[in-house]
């Protein structure tokens, strides 16, 4: 729809007109009602909407057969037998809803059946099915026992066991997210642009290898599936990855269109999507800028999708992987409690696996965070914890950019400017694209007397991360900049900016008073600095009573300066 929704409208009619409806009629269906690109079907029997179900996605298989991949229309259908509401001419119910659900966890052009379907046609429908187990389903209280209808003519040589995969043919997931970038389709209608596809494709295999957080299948390897028809599960379970990156290329005029899609090859969810429309003069200028935008964007998706795994699991079955994932979850999230949390599972994961770098290294920074956000110690305190954790880190491994972070951020507790700067460029060194080396980056020039590359660094790290939990934090920054470089103006802005994005933390109205107070609004003023006290009267101790050590003496008083202009009696 994205790409095409008046050509997409127009297939999807043709496709009922033609397949869809009139096969529900011969199988004594009647459609209830449509939503959107969906329907509600309902059947005389269990065997009739079986029977129908098959008939529309083995005719739909056939459509598609000749269709390119980001043309084709596939349905999911769930199948449910259960007691419904009948209201006029619509149906309601726990029925209706678990069907619903059903369609939900079904493959793109399969068919999923709860229990209660599968036993009234086993036996009657000469079909295989995959047992599925109980599956959690969405507002359903309790877990629904499922089955995966097999629609390929493989089916019948597996057995009737109903195995869903043999375990020949299936390759087992690596221990961190895996992940296949397809060649990008050539929509162009010329041969003569394959390479532009390939190329880009290429580009994001190379620059997702980099990542030492991501398994990536060799090019070699995923190149295999161009120009074939195969389901993205399919392609997931041959080459043993939990992640599938498809795209396509088009042209238009003078314009290039290239779109691609991130698919959980577990659920066939799209994890993210976005096209870029762009002028091909320069080609190769183009491929650049579309890799690095899709491959900045890809790992954060998938990080999170990781996340979301392991806060489904019981702790106490986390591996050391999941322990590590589930500790960056809390990282995610604002508050001592979370805060707290992460360093559990950082050193759970440390527990487990004593070699494995990143925990080591984000429990550092969240040490740090802990001392710096919510005072959980003193910063001489933190810096003494956090350095040989963050050393470890760098000694397992020299490629982990995190912990240069840590060594950073522990330099910087201690007022050391300088070994600060050259540990956030070594981490960027290594990984150019990670918003929170571009942070801390900006954080140390600031600190340093360059407030005005600060600026510069942490607006980077908020284009690399523009909903990032942190958002906040990197505003607050950017005001003190401005209020370092006197422009009070622009750091009331940037104070109310971070206000709005985090209305109780402390910080941003102390900043916010400090710069009332020299722009002479003093009314307003006096209200922010009381409200950044009653917030947390800790906080504001800590950080004007006291002068944290990467403040310089000349910023420390300038910042007083504005406080008491707010009125504030030291």
């Known amino acids: 729809m994205g790409i095409d929704e008046e050509g997409t409208l127009a297939r999807l009619k043709a496709v009922r007109k033609a397949l869809v409806d ?3 009629a011969a199988h004594r269906g009647r459609i209830v009602k449509t939503t959107g690109d969906g329907m509600l079907v309902e059947f005389a029997s269990a065997v009739d909407a079986v029977r129908g179900a098959i008939e529309v996605q083995n005719g739909m298989a056939n459509q598609n057969a000749s ?4 043309q084709r229309i596939d349905f999911r259908i769930g199948i ?3 007691d419904i509401i009948i209201d006029d001419n ?6 209706v809803n678990v069907a619903a659900r059903l369609e939900g966890i079904a493959d793109p052009g399969g068919v999923c059946m709860s229990n209660d379907a599968y036993r009234q046609v086993r ?21 629904m026992h499922a089955w995966r209808v097999r629609l390929t003519d493989q089916s019948s040589s597996a057995g009737q066991s109903g195995s869903s995969l043999s375990e020949t043919q299936a390759l087992p997931l690596p221990d961190k997210p895996s992940i296949a970038v397809l060649s990008f389709t050539n929509m162009t209608g010329d041969p003569d642009q394959e390479y532009f596809g390939d190329g880009i494709a290429e580009d994001i295999i190379t620059m997702l290898s980099r990542s030492r957080s991501l ?9 295999t599936y161009k120009g074939r028809a195969v389901d993205v599960k399919q392609i997931a379970r041959e080459l043993g990855v939990r992640y599938v990156l498809e795209g396509s290329v088009r042209r238009g005029g003078n314009r290039v269109r290239i779109s691609a899609q991130l698919i959980d090859a577990e659920t066939g969810n799209h994890l993210w999507a976005d096209r870029y429309d762009r002028d091909p003069a320069d080609v190769f200028a183009v491929q650049d800028e579309i890799t690095e935008a899709v491959a900045i964007a890809i790992e954060p998706a998938v990080a999170e999708m990781e996340r979301q795994r392991a806060v489904r699991k019981p702790p106490e079955s986390l591996g050391a992987w999941e322990a590590y994932q589930r500790g960056l979850w809390h990282m995610g999230r604002i508050g001592v409690t979370d805060n707290e949390a992460a360093k559990s599972f950082f050193r759970r994961a440390i527990e487990l696996d004593p070699n494995f770098a990143p925990p080591h290294a984000w429990l550092a920074n969240a040490i740090f965070q802990g001392a710096v956000l919510y005072q959980t110690s003193s ?11 963050a050393e470890r880190a760098v000694c397992l491994d020299r490629s982990d950019a995190v912990g240069h972070l840590g060594i950073a951020s522990g330099l910087q507790a201690r007022g050391d400017h300088d070994g600060s700067l050259a540990e956030m460029r070594q981490a960027l060194a290594i990984s150019p694209n990670d918003a929170t080396a571009h942070h801390f980056l900006g954080f140390s020039l600031l600190f340093s007397g360059r407030p005005r590359e600060g600026i510069e660094a942490i607006r980077r790290a908020m284009r690399l991360d ?6 906040y934090h990197r505003l607050v920054h950017i005001a003190m900049a401005h209020y370092f470089l006197r422009e009070y103006a622009a750091a009331i802005e940037s104070a109310k900016d971070a206000i709005r994005s985090r209305p109780d933390h402390p910080w941003p109205h102390r900043w916010l008073a400090a710069a009332l107070g020299q722009a002479g609004r003093l009314d307003e003023a006096k209200q922010a600095l009381q409200k950044a006290i009653a917030i947390s009267l800790k906080s504001f101790d800590m950080y004007v009573r006291q002068r944290p050590p990467w403040m310089r003496p000349a910023d420390h008083e300038h910042m007083l300066e504005g406080l008491r202009k707010a009125g504030w009696k030291s």
């Open 22 to 24: 009139p096969t529900i």
């Open 67 to 70: 269709v390119p991949r980001d």
């Open 80 to 82: 449910h037998v259960g």
């Open 90 to 95: 619509d149906i309601f119910g726990d029925g």
């Open 123 to 143: 036996g009657k429908v000469e079909i295989v099915c995959d047992d599925m187990g109980p599956q959690p389903l969405k507002n359903i209280a309790e877990p």
């Open 215 to 223: 398994f990536v299948i060799a090019r070699n390897s995923s190149f």
């Open 379 to 389: 910063f001489a305190e933190a810096a003494d914890e956090l350095l040989p954790l």
């Open 466 to 471: 523009p909903n990032g939990p942190v958002a």
